[in-house]
């Protein structure tokens, strides 16, 4: 409502008869006039709205109308003379839709916490805060689809229930519609023949392996979807679902990766930068100092690369102490990730050829035997922001990596059944989406950058 008002303003003489609607954000009396703010969620400014209490039917209208309350306001547009808007609405009817109590509704103008407001979740979006995320993922969304679009991936929905545990960690939500109360056991295990799937069944954690089927018969495509992992941990960074983009490339090495997800990241930050600015400053100003800055250098600059083993060495040769010590064979921590964007390269940095033990079953063996064609893209602020990797498409070499991981071939029997038939070097990475909206953004707690959070003891709303 609030855009289109602006638009119009711009194309048509001032004073143009139009009606407003949307929550009102504030409200101000004098004598003989009420000053509302009213926000539909189009964009982080409010409109003014100018009434004159010139009857005693708008004068009864007007006082039963609080912050909260949601209001249609007809009237005439106009410039306004004050600093803080460039537009505003005379009124000359107002209708209140939907009252606020002021005694009952928890949003009053006032800060308040971001703990507070995700636990009235369904009241958040109203704030500027939230509101702002609101926008800023959406446009990353969009930008998401239309950069693999334009690109001719196709865009594939994969299963959200499965058999298979891609990262093979173990921490999945398991599917079941055996009673809880007394599941019916078969040689002291559950008898899952008994269950709805007769077979053990989790939510994904990923869509990659599936997206392989696909990719290995159409080329390139793409996933966009939801992804669940019990991971027992309340930090700001982890979530229990979340939403995860993982494009997979056939005929396509670990040199083509790289390429399609720095070109991917610079795609999708230059859209946000472009399309979000008000929401982009508002973040720049209150949530994270810079952070235009340091998201334009990204999609701006050069990404280094550079092996894992060069990577220790820098670390290790660092003239700081980090709390967790650097060792080759050792995962990398924020951290150091941090340090080699920061300081080492000031800049994007993508990490390569990671030893195997650390990295999952289904990437490529190199050579040597002890690393794996790995990759992850590393951004100032956050550190890892992608992973990925060349598959593994040798038939003998992955069943080996399987059984070393601890499962069984035969739940992967159509995994490699890919590398029986028509096997081709591949290629993929994942991005979590919400990783990504915290890093745009600059919000602290990943549980602020979506709707409606699941983690560790929280399942509201």
Known sequence: MIERIRELLNREP??????????????????????????????????????????????DTLNRVSTGASVSCTGRLAESPGKNQKVELHADTIELIGEAPPESYPLQKKRHSFEFLREIAH????????????????AMSRAVHTFFQERDFLYIHTPIIT????????????VTTLPLNQVPMREGSPDYSRDFFQ?????????????????????????????????NSNTSRHLSEFWMIEPEMAF??????MEVAESFLKYVFSHVLETCREDMEFFNQWIQKGVIDSLSSVAEGVF?????????????????SFEYPVSWGADLQSEHEKYLTEQVCRGPVIVTDYPREIKAFYMLLNDDEKTVRAMDVLVPRLGEIIGGSEREYRYDVLTRRILESGLDPKDYWWYLDLRRYGTVPHAGFGLGFERAVQYVTGMQNIRDVIPFPRAVGSAEF
């Open 304 to 320: 280094t690369r550079m092996t894992y083993t060069d990577a220790v060495k820098e670390l290790t040769a660092a003239p700081v």
């Open 252 to 257: 396509c090495t670990l040199e083509g990766n």
């Open 14 to 59: 001032a004073e143009i008869p139009v009606t407003a609607q949307g929550w009102v954000r504030t409200k101000r009396d004098t004598k003989h006039v009420t000053f509302l703010e009213v926000n539909d969620g189009s964009c982080l400014k409010s409109l003014q709205v100018i009434i004159d209490r010139n009857s005693r039917e708008v004068t």
């Open 199 to 231: 077979k053990p069944a989790n939510l994904t954690v990923s869509g990659q392996l599936e997206a392989e089927i696909y990719a290995l018969a159409m080329t390139n495509v793409y996933t966009f979807g939801p992804t669940f992992r019990a991971e």
């Open 123 to 138: 009241l958040r979006p109203r704030t500027n805060t939230i509101g702002a995320v609101a926008r800023v993922r959406n």
């Open 163 to 174: 058999t298979s545990d891609c990262e093979g960690a173990g921490e999945m939500f398991q």
